[in-house]
């Protein structure tokens, strides 16, 4: 079992790459779903959706890698 998993530059990297869609996404939808603009809607819910899938990709990708 490795001592770390990621080094911590990088993996700090990874993480915030997942978070920063997900913040982003909900301030643009949030907006759009009380102004009413379809446009921030979509790209609001674009970008949660890309921020909650690149952690569980990743997550997948390391439970994957320990299999036989």
Partial sequence: ????A???P???AKKLGGLLPLV????LAA???DGGSAW???VG???TASGLALPVVEIIRRNRDGLP
């Fill in 24 to 27: 982003l996404g909900i301030q």
């Fill in 1 to 4: 079992m490795p001592t770390y």
């Fill in 40 to 42: 921030l809607i979509v």
């Fill in 45 to 47: 819910v674009l970008l």
């Fill in 31 to 33: 907006p759009g779903l």
């Fill in 6 to 8: 990621c080094e911590r």
């Fill in 10 to 12: 990088v993996c700090l």
